[in-house]
């Protein structure tokens, strides 16, 4: 509290700290009062404390996350998609088409990245695209495409959920349901996923911070879904070189935080393709638990972000580099 605060300012705070919930360590010095609040302070917020006049300052101490807290849950999740454990010693290699666009396509993408050692196909078929009149996907015929692609090739399958309607399918078809950057505050449907068991896949908004993103989590976790894995993919910068902004020292930070795996999507990151490798590589030395990769057989001709896209062939050379890469870093391919 500001230094000369009356004692009634002191004992009015201490009682409106204990009416929220937590119990109050007062320390009276010759200038300065200090209140620690103890306990679940996940609830307290501080610019509403510093409403009163005499306080001078307010510091958390504690995140106002649990579930997602490092702190609280010790060591690193691993969570299992399909009999794919992610957050361990296996890379989770993510890869295939942006947008899904036939069932030759993804049937053919699927095929090529399980042989070159992906441990899961994307596609997505409800497409959250900044334009309207951009391609938005083929919808339901798309997600049983990507059904069966994912079953003949024997790899468990992500695509993103953009509203609750649609939960029902989602937890009957997909393996690991994904989050979109632009759904990472969509709390209505956070919630539903909550109450869901299978793992979720929640991407970092574009311009989400750390801790929003790992609130967003929260959401999640709080109402019983615990098996969620998050994805940087690039924030919103004032760079124009590239299409986001690649925040490598996200991935360190949530290891820092919590105990919650966490991906990299260089494509989206960037929308270069030339960029994809490097970085991908960069990723993981950096301790990245697995990577998302665009991969397109025929970029020139894609119905979204073939500029992102690496051909199968790219892939497969990428996958043979990126093991070296991924035993300096501990881990395995
Ligand atoms: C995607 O993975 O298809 C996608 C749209 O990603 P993001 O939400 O990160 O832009
Ligand atoms: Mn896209």
């Known amino acids: 509290m500001k230094p000369g605060a009356p004692v009634e300012a002191s004992d009015k705070l201490k009682s409106y700290l204990e009416k929220q919930g937590v119990t109050v360590d007062l320390s009276r010095g010759t200038n300065y009062c200090i209140l620690g609040a103890v306990g679940d302070t996940s609830g307290l917020d501080p610019d509403q404390i510093m409403v009163n006049e005499w306080v001078e300052r307010v510091v958390r101490i504690t995140e106002p996350y649990k579930c ?16 794919v454990p992610v957050g361990g010693r296996q890379l989770a290699m993510i890869a295939g088409p942006c947008s899904l666009e036939s069932a030759e396509q993804v049937d053919m993408i699927a095929a090529a990245v399980k042989k070159s050692g992906a441990n899961m196909l994307r596609g997505s078929v409800f497409k ?6 951009a391609f938005q996907g083929l919808r339901d015929a798309g997600l049983e495409m990507l059904y069966q692609a994912g079953k003949k090739n024997h790899l468990p399958i992500v695509t993103e959920i953009m509203s609750v309607d ?5 937890v009957d078809k997909v393996d690991l349901i994904q989050v979109g950057a632009r759904s990472m505050q969509n709390f209505t449907l956070l919630k539903e996923l909550g109450k869901i068991d299978k793992p979720i896949l929640l991407k970092r908004g574009i311009s989400a911070t750390v801790e929003e ?9 709080s ?33 820092q935080l919590s105990q919650l795996p966490v991906l990299v999507d260089p494509s989206r990151a960037t929308g270069i393709w030339w960029m994809v490798e490097s970085l991908a590589k960069a990723a993981v030395l950096a301790g990245a638990d697995g990577l998302m990769i665009d991969v397109h057989n025929d970029p020139e001709n894609a119905r979204s972000d073939g500029s992102q896209s690496l051909k199968p062939e790219r892939f497969a050379k990428l996958m043979q580099e990126l093991k070296a890469f991924a035993k300096i870093a501990g881990r395995e391919i």
Do not use: Q
């Not at 959250?128 to 009149?133: A, G, L, V």
């Not at 019983?224 to 998050?230: D, F, M």
């Open 128 to 133: 959250s695209r900044t334009s309207p009149y």
């Open 166 to 170: 649609k939960l029902e399918k989602f």
């Open 68 to 83: 997602a807290n490092k702190v609280l849950h010790p060591g690193h999740s691993i969570i299992d998609v399909s009999g």
């Open 213 to 221: 993103w790992l609130l967003a989590a929260e959401y999640i976790m």
């Open 223 to 255: 109402r019983g879904n615990e098996k969620v894995i998050l994805c940087e993919r690039g924030i919103r910068s004032f760079e124009t070189m590239t299409r986001n902004t690649l925040d490598l020292s996200a991935v360190l930070a949530v290891k």
